[in-house]
């Protein structure tokens, strides 16, 4: 497919809407009841904010090069991926790095798949989904084979 979406505006506003309160509720519920060891939570909701990022990136980037202009969907993308960092930093403080690495990779990779799925339409063939779990497999053996380097 391809990577520049056309959707009408206030659609796209709408799933970004419901993205955002989504990740309100799931922080909310994370925070609340304490799920995860200290950091995870951090690192759940960074891969949230920093997979949204790239969907905002599959509008506002083409936008930009193609058109010249700023689009909403660039200040979105640019101010997720400020909020992705921070919070990925904080759970990297407070909590085992091999975890919030992994989950912080995983929900990068994953919201933007099911969100393309859901929303705009796109299908998930076997060897993209072949190379999403090498991808995820990947991140969980580096992150164990550093975090063995480093204890």
């Given at each position: 497919g391809s990577s520049y979406l056309s959707?009408?505006?206030?659609?796209?506003?709408?799933?970004?809407i419901i993205i955002i309160g989504g990740i309100?509720?799931?922080?909310?519920?994370?925070?609340?009841?304490d799920v995860y060891d200290s950091g995870i939570e951090e690192g759940v909701i960074a891969g949230l904010f920093g997979g949204f990022a790239s969907i905002f990136g599959k509008i506002g980037i083409p936008i930009l090069i193609n058109e010249y202009s700023i689009h909403w969907t660039f200040i979105a993308l640019i101010l997720a991926q400020i909020v992705s960092f921070f919070l990925f930093q904080k759970g990297l403080h407070s909590g085992k790095m091999e975890k919030v690495v992994s989950v912080f990779t995983g929900m990068a990779i994953v919201l933007p798949i099911f969100v393309g799925i859901l929303f705009f339409g796109e299908e998930l063939y076997l060897l993209?989904?072949?190379?999403?779990?090498?991808i995820l497999l990947g991140s969980w053996l580096l992150t164990k084979r550093y975090s063995s380097l480093i204890m």
């Open positions: 959707l009408n505006e206030w659609d796209f506003l709408m799933v970004t309100i509720i799931i922080s909310d519920f994370l925070y609340k009841f993209n989904f072949l190379v999403i779990m090498l």
